[in-house]
């Protein structure tokens, strides 16, 4: 079974700095993709970054580019968000997902996915 678990958040002001983590358990880790994706009250989920896990081939959401960073750790099976100049629009819950294989890394669907984790940007 595969399990989805994502800490890292918390409050900040804007201008700051998260580092969020996603750590996957029950899953080979191979060939599929990986991506946070947020969501606030009322709205659909946006995702805001994914990565091949075959290729490390990388998509951002153009709201995000140039400040986030998705990277992963093949052999902890951690995937990290790195989130600088923060803007009080990131409030959201912040969520990983899993594709399974094959997939594309510039789409948003997952098979699994963890609780989130709520990222409070104070502007």
């Known amino acids: 079974q595969v399990h989805v678990v994502e800490s890292g958040g918390g409050s900040v002001q804007a201008g700051g700095s998260l580092t969020l983590s996603c750590t996957i358990s029950g899953w080979t880790y191979s060939g599929g993709c990986i991506g946070w994706f947020r969501q606030t009250p009322g709205d659909e989920p946006d995702t805001v970054a994914r990565?091949?896990?075959?290729?490390?081939?990388?998509r951002y959401a153009y709201f995000v580019r140039g400040r986030f960073t998705i990277s992963q750790d093949k052999i902890t099976r951690i995937v990290y968000l790195q989130m600088t100049s923060l803007k009080s629009e990131d409030t959201a819950m912040y969520s990983c997902?899993?594709?399974?294989?094959?997939?594309?890394?510039?789409?948003?669907?997952?098979?699994?996915w963890g609780q989130g984790t709520q990222v409070n940007v104070s502007s």
């Open positions: 997902g899993v594709e399974r294989p094959p997939c594309r890394v510039d789409t948003g669907n997952y098979d699994y």
């Open positions: 990565i091949s896990t075959e290729d490390g081939d990388v």
